[in-house]
């Protein structure tokens, strides 16, 4: 009985979508239990396009977006390598590395990644610029039941994480499309205008269950004066 009080103070469930516009996420410990577990009905990805802001002081590897299938933990993968300081964006397996990034510490980045499966190219935003297209992988879809997870990295389908690849910090305006945005789309976004919303992910109507210690804050992060 204990136990189960436990768990439901732990586990707080979106019953229905939140508008979470001025808000973060903050992961405020190293843990292996913390996580956020948006929810979304679809279950067959052509392509993408899924946009985050993060703030972080971490010197270590973490995971900045997961999505998982039963048959594919790394389905999506949004990843900073710390030790070559590399940023990872792994579709169906097929991981690639992003090279020449000012990832800096304490600061808000905002990152977009997209992927299409006809073409297979693999391509991601980083503060407002574009990186190298590359080839991921072509000729079939993410489908099945996903299950995507902020916080943590996927070894399983839902599991498997590791603490030493956990987020700790603050995340925003974690947005998914089904298909690639164009890059005046993505600039509006990154630059915070007007931009259609996802229709995956929409943090402005997000249905989410947060696990462990993750709190629900304003985002402002500095003073502002009258």
């Given amino acids: 009985m204990k136990f189960l009080l436990l768990a439901l103070m ?3 469930c979106s019953a229905s979508p939140q508008d979470l516009s001025g808000k973060m996420f903050t992961f405020p410990l190293k843990t292996n239990s913390a996580y956020v577990r948006p929810t979304s009905s679809v279950r067959d ?3 993408f396009t899924v946009c985050h802001r993060t703030f972080t002081d971490l010197k270590r590897d973490h995971a900045l977006f997961s999505l998982a299938t039963p048959n594919n ?3 999506i993968l949004v ?3 710390s ?4 940023m990872e964006a792994t579709v169906m397996d097929h991981p690639l590395k992003l090279v020449g990034l000012d990832y800096k510490l304490n600061m808000w980045h905002s990152i977009c990644t997209t992927w299409d499966s006809t073409s297979g190219l693999l391509q991601l935003w980083f503060d407002g610029k574009p990186l190298s297209r590359k080839f991921a992988t072509s000729g079939s879809s993410i489908r099945g039941s996903l299950i995507i997870i902020l916080g ?3 070894d399983s389908h839902g599991g498997g994480f590791d603490i030493n690849q956990s987020f700790v910090g603050m995340m925003s305006d974690v947005h998914m499309w089904d298909y690639t945005l164009s890059a005046c789309e993505i600039h509006n976004y990154m630059d915070d205008l007007n931009f259609t919303p996802g229709n995956v992910l929409n943090w402005m109507a997000l249905e989410f269950q947060i696990f462990g210690r993750v709190i ?3 985002d402002v ?3 502002q004066k009258a």
């Fill in 45 to 47: 990805l052509i392509a």
């Fill in 73 to 75: 933990p790394n389905a």
């Fill in 152 to 154: 943590q990295e996927q």
């Fill in 83 to 86: 030790s070559v300081q590399e």
């Fill in 221 to 223: 992060m500095t003073c």
């Fill in 216 to 218: 629900v804050e304003k």
């Fill in 10 to 12: 732990l586990t707080s």
């Fill in 79 to 81: 990843f900073w390598h």
